[in-house]
Each structure stands twice: as C-alpha cells, then as structure tokens.
C-alpha cells in the first residue's frame, strides 16, 4: 500500500488504472444483470448482491444447452465458455476492457431471441 499526500499527487504520473478498470468491468456486469433479469427465461447464477458481484457473470436459458448458448452468442462474436452440454447449463462471460455496451446489448438481444 502507497500512501501519498493529496498535495503531491497531482504531481505523480500514475500507469496503472485498475480503478478504472473496475468502474468498467462492474459497469459492464452491472448492464448484463441488468438486462437478464428483465428475460423470463434467462437465469442469472452469479451473485445478484452487487457487493459480492464481479466482472464475471454466469447464467443460463431455460431449455437451452450451455453448448447451445455459446453457439449462439458466438454468432455474433460474443465470447464465452460453456459450462455444459446439457440443458439449462450457463455460460460464464468476463466483461472486461475489451468488452463496450454495444457487446452486452448484443448478449442480451441473442438471449431474448432463444427459446427453449
């Protein structure tokens, strides 16, 4: 831990931005519980306690396999990684730098359209 006085550090050139990266990361995960929870047949698996939330979200389609869900969503360029073959397993995605909005609208609009 660096302990740095609030006069000197406008003075200091910081290269790391995990804080930033948090405030995405969240905002992204944030975006996609969100928009689950708004689709009768998704299913979150991740805490929904933002507290204990990550970057990393798991969820499932009801009558979907996990293999299917991949597929789907990488269709559309949307990485993920299947839990599962069998129906209603998840898929875990990690919304990361790399991730915008735009990728998790696109997740949720692929997950609206599946029907098990």
Do not use: C
């Not at 698996?45 to 990488?74: E, H, N, Y």
């Amino acid at each position: 831990m660096l302990y740095i006085r609030r006069d000197v550090q406008p003075r200091l050139w910081v290269t790391l931005a995990s804080g930033r990266l948090e405030r995405w990361d969240l905002m992204l995960a944030n975006r996609l519980r969100d928009g689950l929870s708004q689709i009768t047949q998704a299913r979150l698996l991740s805490p929904t306690d933002r507290r204990l939330a990550s970057a990393i979200a798991t969820f499932a389609v009801s009558g979907v396999t996990g293999r299917a869900l991949q597929d789907a969503l990488w269709e559309k360029k949307i990485r993920v990684r299947a839990q599962g073959q069998t129906v209603d397993r998840p898929v875990r995605l990690s919304a990361h730098l790399y991730v915008s909005p735009a990728d998790i609208d696109r997740v949720l609009e692929v997950v609206a359209a599946l029907k098990g």
